[in-house]
């Protein structure tokens, strides 16, 4: 999972993620190990992705290379928990050709 979330802030894999989940063995241990080395700051709690999640604490803010953002919570899913990323990916980008600008819907 560390070595997933540090690919994706290098733009080395899965520039175009939207959503990924892993199911967590131990969550207490996520930070230490899940995120071990990767610089992030709390955020707020993002909304459940499915009904029955219920957040655990607030999201673990990174940032890629780029500049993307990307929101990392822990949910409990009545069965056990769940490390939720979900991206800020614009869904759409419009070339002003004469001003060479890109505006971001």
Known sequence: MNFFFKSWMRMKSHNNLEHYEVNLTNPEEFIAIGLRDIPYEMGPTVPE????????????????KDGQTASICVFSNGMGFSAVMTTRLPFFKKVDTKKKKISIF
Do not use: M
């Open 49 to 64: 992705p499915v009904c029955c999640y219920t957040a655990v604490e607030g999201s673990f803010e990174i940032t890629r």
